[in-house]
Antibody, heavy 122, light 111 residues
Framework: QVQLVQSGPEVKKPGASVKLACQAS????????IHWVRQAPGRGLEWMGV????????GYEQKFQGRITVTRDTSRSTVYMELSSLRSDDTAVYYC???????????????WGQGTTVIVSS | QSVLTQPPSASGTPGQRVTISCSGN????????VYWYQQLPGTAPKLLIY???RRPSGVPDRFSGSKSGTAASLAISGLRSEDEAHYYC????????????FGGGTKLTVL
């Protein structure tokens, strides 16, 4: 079945970087954009960025520009999201999600990973 | 501060019909489709409505979506206890080279 499986929880110190993985299966990896969305404890959903696995072009939320890098490895059907200069307010559950549409990132998110908890604490 | 505006809470009794609103502007809801997600405690969000009013397979027809101009709404009829959850609207926004945007979420309580 179509699924996204994310890497395990992370605990990082302020100022460090974290790189999360999201492995896709059950569909053509290059056909659908993959988004990253995070959710801080008790808060709502926050869009972070998107990648087109077919070519690797990316788009990022302005507030994360300079700190976020999203990449993909087509041989592994895996997307990675690296966030640097971590702060305590980056503590959140990070989700990857597949875009419903093919060829455009605005189709809605129909398949979600299970989420990865990232805790930033000294 | 979320780009899309939703009421923080809504409530209803079993069997009732409730609606949740979502307000945006011309660069998001006004020019792109609206999506609705349901999030149960401790789980990932689930797509409930796409392209304003379409339901993915498996979503009961008790859930319906609509859009007019720069506003959208989610309606839930025949309210059930298992509908108690957080609901988020989302859309693509054409500003700033394009980005995804969400509402702040609405906590639905079934009384």
């Amino acid at each position: 079945q179509v699924q996204l499986v994310q890497s395990g929880p992370e605990v990082k110190k302020p100022g460090a970087s974290v790189k999360l993985a999201c492995q896709a299966s059950g569909y053509s990896f290059i056909s659908h954009y993959i988004h990253w969305v995070r959710q801080a404890p008790g808060r709502g959903l926050e869009w972070m960025g998107v990648i087109n696995p077919n070519g690797g072009t990316t788009g990022y939320e302005q507030k994360f520009q300079g700190r976020i890098t999203v990449t993909r490895d087509t041989s592994r059907s895996t997307v990675y999201m690296e966030l640097s200069s971590l702060r305590s307010d980056d503590t959140a559950v990070y989700y990857c999600a597949r875009d419903l549409s093919t060829g455009w990132p605005g189709g809605g998110l129909d398949v979600w990973g299970q989420g990865t908890t990232v805790i930033v604490s000294s | 501060q979320s780009v899309l505006t939703q009421p923080p809470s809504a409530s209803g009794t079993p069997g009732q019909r409730v609606t949740i609103s979502c307000s945006g502007n011309s660069s998001n809801i006004g020019s792109n489709s609206v999506y609705w997600y349901q999030q149960l405690p401790g789980t990932a969000p689930k797509l409930l409505i796409y392209r304003n009013n379409r339901r993915p397979s498996g979503v009961p027809d008790r859930f319906s979506g609509s859009k007019s101009g720069t506003a959208a709404s989610l309606a839930i009829s025949g309210l059930r206890s298992e509908d108690e959850a957080h609901y988020y609207c989302g859309a693509w926004d054409d500003s700033l080279s394009g980005r995804g945007v969400f509402g702040g979420g609405t906590k639905l309580t079934v009384l």
